[in-house]
């Protein structure tokens, strides 16, 4: 079943003059006030110029990090966003500095065709987060028409995300979900075989869900990164002072058991790439084998584990990568994820990212223009792939009746 059955799509909906709240996920990294990857907001041009296109009085709200204090609300404001959107949409982008004051609600009205409202980042106020009914009512008292753009937020029960939809008749879902949606489920449905899917980052325990929900699916599983040491460990395979989840080991045991039952492959890094101390000048070595010395950590996959894993990828139908090869922010430590970016992109297969680490190491790489698709959504992607059911989905679901 597809994840948007009995969910409207914004271009169903008549926007003409209508106050249109969009909700997206504008929650770019920043330094120093200055954008450093603007991807997320390139990912909501397509749903804001049609509403833009079919004459719409436009209000955005996103989030931007996880302010806590007076002094996040100076570095963490949606300013500098507002300022890229202008830029990229040649529109005039007005910043409201209080979401549920009457200053949106007097000012859209007014708007001209060349303008939109932007929300202050909507975490600034305490009810986003409780999913407060209150703070949803107060928006919903001044737009006609609900979308949700937000993929990488839909996965949190906020009130922009669930409670403000409850209240709303018209809602609908923008280009980016509808784009998500369509590409996850090619992978949860019709994955073309054989299907890799290729983990990596640091936790066997947030890769779990989606391990079982698609273990009789897929073909091949490739394993690399800090997530790696914790199933060479479970082999009785040395790691050193790896990095690795001592009270998963026994779960690593039991899904190692289950993948052997169902005749399914697992493979693990058979070389690494290794330091004595993490540092971004240390000086590397590669193993000889699986195993790592007592007093050395791995920090990336070695040449021959690229290999074997680029060979499994180019004989793939379709691959989901979740998760970099190793510490790919370091450059010396990077070699193993961009060379997976390369095999991707050197495959015929359908190649799907997953959002987070794993996407920012493709963009770092060069070849993201190369990717089926890249989500936006790291947590969400995962969630949606282990069978869970998104809250933000789920409040546009129209039941029938």
């Not at 954008?35 to 931007?64: F, M, N, W």
């Not at 039991?254 to 890094?269: A, G, N, Q, S, V």
């Not at 190491?361 to 190369?370: I, K, L």
């Amino acid at each position: 079943m597809s994840g948007l059955k009995d969910i409207t799509f914004i271009e169903d909906l008549e926007l003409k003059d209508k106050k249109v709240f969009i909700r997206l996920d504008l929650n770019v990294p920043m330094k120093d006030g200055t954008i450093t990857d603007d991807t997320r907001i390139q990912g909501a041009l397509p749903t804001i110029r049609y509403a833009l296109e079919k004459g719409a009085k436009i209000v955005l709200c996103s989030h931007l990090g996880r302010p806590k204090t007076e002094e996040d609300r100076k570095t963490l404001s949606l300013e500098p966003v507002g300022n890229r959107l202008s830029e990229l949409l040649n529109v005039d982008v007005q910043l409201i500095e209080n979401p549920v004051s009457d200053a949106a609600k007097a000012l859209l009205p007014t708007l001209r065709p060349n303008q939109i409202v932007l929300l202050e980042n909507i975490r600034f106020l305490e009810g986003e987060e409780a999913n407060s009914e209150k703070l949803a009512a107060k928006i919903a008292s001044y737009v006609d028409v609900y979308i949700n753009d937000a993929f990488g937020a839909s996965h949190r029960a906020h009130a922009t995300i669930v409670a403000l939809p409850h209240l709303m008749k018209h809602k609908a879902v923008g280009y980016l979900i509808k784009k998500e949606i369509e590409m996850l489920d090619k992978i949860l449905y019709e994955p073309q075989t054989p299907f890799v899917v290729l983990m990596g980052g640091s936790k066997v325990s947030d890769k779990i869900g989606v391990i079982e929900n698609l273990m009789d699916k897929i073909d091949t599983f490739l394993v690399g990164g800090a997530m790696s040491y914790t199933f060479l460990q479970a082999m009785n395979v040395s790691v050193g002072n790896s990095k690795l989840e001592k009270g998963k080991i026994n779960l690593a045991k039991d899904l190692l058991k289950r993948l052997e039952m169902r005749e399914k492959k697992l493979l693990l890094p058979v070389d690494h790439v290794i330091v004595e101390k993490f540092d971004a000048e240390a000086h590397t070595k590669i193993t000889d084998g699986s195993s790592i010395p007592e007093g050395w950590m791995g920090v990336d996959i070695g040449p021959k584990s690229a290999a074997l894993f680029a060979e499994h990828i180019h004989a793939a139908g379709t691959v989901f990568w979740n998760g970099p090869m190793g510490i790919f922010e370091v450059k010396n430590f990077a070699k193993g994820s961009f060379q997976m970016a390369e095999a991707l992109a050197k495959s015929p297969c359908i190649s799907i990212v997953g959002g987070g680490d794993s996407a920012s190491a493709v963009n770092a790489s060069g070849y993201a223009d190369q990717m089926t698709h890249i989500s936006t959504g790291g947590g969400a992607s995962l969630e949606y792939l282990q069978g869970d059911k998104l809250p933000g989905l789920e409040a546009l679901r129209e039941r029938r009746r």
